[in-house]
Each structure stands twice: as structure tokens, then as C-alpha cells.
């Protein structure tokens, strides 16, 4: 119980420079409560630290384990005040490493949004050398630069959002048990 | 989350998780604003999510659920995206000598299924097979999100469901095939240089056992005939396969077990 919030960042930081992965960064955290909330005029931090009970309980609530001790959420209001609902920040593994990603909830305890912040992958790495990539760069260099560090562009790479569907049941036992 | 980005060059990159997998989108304008992109992104991951709850094998309200839970024969009154994409995958059933194949069911018992169209929007099948569109619908949706950018002709991009994927507008974009071999024992390398396409399908699926794996890529003109016309030059004799990819305008490139490329 001795952990802060902060003690999440810094352990999904260190998975990512260890392996020999490639990371595509989407939205902000900012972009993605706006896109999720587009009539919120504040998000007032929220973030809890789980008692004991309350990891028992989110466990239970929805099968998933719970492997951190805290959760990044975010109340979200309109301008007269009201609550709209809640916005959380989490942290899955994918096939591999981490994929970071929101889930916007309701007032109604119903999942609104899910949006992917972060995507690491163990990528071979001919996708990231750039004389590799200057093969394909047609005449104009500026856009397709962007998007061969991605993984927008390669097919045959199935990957499945399992982990995500999981992380969003137990966001929602979590809000259930904390909100 | 932008690279490389010059003043009034905007681009954005967005994923979800919609039909099973990540649904990634790139977006690129030099007219329009970042927020005009963000906006444009959220039409399009909409319409996936429309097409998601129509034709979701496991959802239990979806049109495919609503077909399957119907007594055979009996007609069943469905939208036309989803009448769209039935009789594409009917058409492609009867084609490819079944190949490829939308409906799960005991074939040593039912050989043969057919889907039978009663007007625009009605149909009725055959037998008490289960209709899965899981072969079909995603490339389907693909093409459906590029359609909310027709409006938009200063936005170039590209919508990625897993690897079926279809690169739109004015600005060339390059793919890039992942060979099923991702050991280091061979010289095929783990990623192979795709094409520089615009207006172009291009959907990948692997077949096989895992021990020797083939990938099979088709470049087609849209992403509902590329996802379905992998499983179609998998499953069929060759001459059907070549007819087939003829008719479409379509081509391949093949990953065998042999580790070797081919193109057709």
C-alpha cells in the first residue's frame, strides 16, 4: 500500500527500452479524452490506490487479475458540472510487450470508448533501418516516412485484441468497485 | 505521436481495437488541420464499429445472428451492406468450387449450401449451416471506412485491420509483407518489400500448420475481394485461382512452405 500512482509509469517505460521493439505513439492522453468526451469542459484527476479488498474484489467482479496497484482514472465534467463519466488510462501486454490504452466509461457504467495510446511490437528490424525503407519512398518523401515507422503499413501481421477486451472487463469491475 | 511533420502538413495515426484485431489508421493532408483529421478518424472507426455489429459472427444482435438463428428457407430481411457482402461471398462460393466457403457445417452431411436471394435486401439459405463471415467482413469494413474519406480528397492514408489494408488518395504509400518465417536460419527476410500503391487492397492470410506456414497476399482493388481471394488461391486448383484472380484484377504473392516467394 506503501506505492504511489507513479509507480505504474516507470515500469511500462522500462519493458519498452529493454526489448528490441518498435513503438507506434497515437493519440495523447489529452487528444483521446477529448475524443472520447467531446462535451467535457474539465478531467479532475482521480486516481486510486487499490486496498486489498477492492483488488479481491475487481478480481472477482471480472475474472481478470489485477497486476497493478494502482489505476490512472479521470473524472470527466461538463460545463454545468455534470459527471459524464470517467476516464481511465491501462496497461496490457500484447503478443509481446505493453500496448497502453484508454476506455472512456459513462455515467451509465457503460464502456463508451476504447482508444490505443501506445503499440509496441518486436518488429524484425529491416522495418526500421532507413536504407531498407528508402526502397519504397515514392517522390514525395514527406508522408511515407511517417508511416514506415509504424505498423500501419504491413500486412499479414494478425495480432489480436484479446488482452484488450480482458483489460477493459476489469477497468470496468474497477470503476464498479472504486467509483 | 507526429514525425517528421512540416508546417501545414498535418497526420494523425489512430488504432482501435474493432473486429477482433487493431484497426490502424494513418492519416495525411496538407490542406487540412490535425482536428479536421481527428474528426474525419472518428467517422471512419464508426462506420467499422457499424459494420462490427451487423455482421459479428459472435455477436448475438447482429444481422449474421439474426440469419443464423432464422429457420432455412425461411427469408430473412437484412441491410444492404449486409445482402452486399452475402452475395459477394455467394458468388465466390459458387466460383471457387467452394474454396471458399461462408457457411459452417457438417460437409460430409451437407456438401452443398446455398444462399438464395428473394429481392434486394432478402434471402433465405439452404441448409441449418451457420453463415460466418469471418473470412469476408473485415476487408468488407476496410472498404466501408475508406468510403467516409470519398467526401475528403485532400486526406491520403491508410486503414489496416490486421494486415487487410487499403491505402487511399493521392499520396503513394508503401507496404510491407510479414513473412511467416520470422526465424533468422534462412535468407528470407523477416519483412518483405511490399509496393508503393495508391488506391490499392492488399490483405494477407497464413495457412497451414505452424511448422511450415504459408502466406499468401493478394493485391486487389478493394479489401473485401483481396481478404476473400486469399483463402480462394489457398483452397482451389490453380487454373480456378488464376480465373478468379483474372476476373478481379487481382494478383498474388506467395510465401510458401519451401520459403520461397512467387509472384502471379
Known amino acids: 500500500m506503501g506505492k504511489t500512482r507513479d509507480s505504474i509509469i516507470p515500469w511500462a517505460l522500462i519493458c519498452a527500452s529493454c526489448a528490441p521493439c518498435f513503438a507506434t505513439e497515437y493519440v495523447t492522453i489529452e487528444q483521446a479524452q477529448r475524443l472520447s468526451f467531446p462535451s467535457a469542459q474539465r478531467f479532475d484527476n482521480a486516481f486510486v490506490v487499490f486496498t486489498d479488498d477492492q483488488k479481491v474484489a475487481i478480481e472477482n467482479s471480472s475474472g481478470i487479475p489485477v497486476t497493478t496497484r494502482a489505476q490512472k482514472i479521470w473524472k470527466a465534467f461538463d460545463k454545468d458540472n455534470h459527471l459524464l463519466g470517467w476516464f481511465i488510462v491501462d496497461y496490457v501486454v500484447g503478443k509481446h510487450l505493453l500496448i497502453d490504452y484508454s476506455v472512456a466509461i459513462g455515467v451509465d457504467k457503460k464502456v463508451h470508448d476504447v482508444e490505443i495510446l501506445a503499440y509496441r511490437e518486436s518488429y524484425g528490424g529491416e522495418v526500421r533501418s532507413r536504407t531498407w525503407l528508402d526502397q519504397f519512398v515514392g517522390k514525395d518523401k514527406e508522408a511515407p516516412i511517417l508511416l514506415n515507422h509504424d505498423i500501419n503499413n504491413i500486412s499479414g501481421a494478425t495480432l489480436s485484441s484479446r488482452h484488450v477486451t480482458e483489460g477493459v472487463k476489469r477497468i470496468l469491475a474497477t470503476i464498479d468497485v472504486t467509483q | ?264
Open chain 2, 1 to 264: 505521436m507526429l514525425l517528421n511533420r512540416k508546417p501545414g502538413k498535418a497526420s494523425i495515426n489512430r488504432a482501435k481495437p474493432l473486429l477482433g484485431t487493431f484497426v490502424h489508421l494513418a492519416l495525411f493532408s496538407d490542406e487540412l488541420s490535425e482536428d479536421a483529421l481527428l474528426d474525419l478518424s472518428s467517422a471512419c472507426f464508426a462506420r467499422i464499429a457499424q459494420i462490427q455489429k451487423l455482421m459479428s459472427f459472435f455477436d448475438p444482435h447482429s444481422e449474421i445472428s439474426l440469419i443464423n438463428s432464422t429457420v432455412p428457407n425461411n427469408p430473412v430481411t437484412i441491410s444492404p451492406e449486409t445482402s452486399e457482402v452475402l452475395r459477394l461471398a455467394n458468388t465466390l462460393y459458387i466460383d471457387s468450387g467452394g474454396a471458399f466457403d461462408p457457411m459452417q457445417r457438417d460437409r460430409s452431411l451437407y456438401p452443398e449450401a446455398r444462399i438464395y436471394f428473394h429481392g434486394d435486401n432478402c434471402l433465405s439459405r439452404s441448409l441449418p449451416a451457420a453463415i460466418d463471415l469471418g473470412g469476408i467482413a473485415k476487408g468488407f469494413a476496410v472498404d466501408q471506412a475508406v468510403k467516409t474519406f470519398r467526401a475528403t480528397p485532400e486526406v491520403s492514408g491508410v486503414v489496416n485491420a490486421g494486415g487487410d489494408m487499403f491505402f487511399f488518395g493521392r499520396q503513394p504509400l508503401p507496404f510491407v509483407i510479414r513473412s511467416p518465417y520470422q526465424d533468422t536460419s534462412s535468407d528470407l527476410p523477416r519483412y518483405l518489400k511490399g509496393e508503393t500503391v495508391y488506391e490499392t487492397a492488399v490483405a494477407t492470410s497464413v495457412f497451414g500448420p505452424e511448422s511450415a506456414p504459408t502466406s499468401i497476399t493478394i493485391i486487389a482493388k478493394s479489401c473485401v475481394v483481396a481478404d476473400a481471394l486469399t483463402k480462394i488461391v489457398y483452397g482451389a486448383d490453380h487454373e480456378t485461382a488464376k480465373s478468379i484472380l483474372n476476373r478481379y484484377q487481382a494478383r498474388e504473392i506467395t510465401i510458401g512452405a519451401t520459403r520461397d516467394v512467387n509472384h502471379n
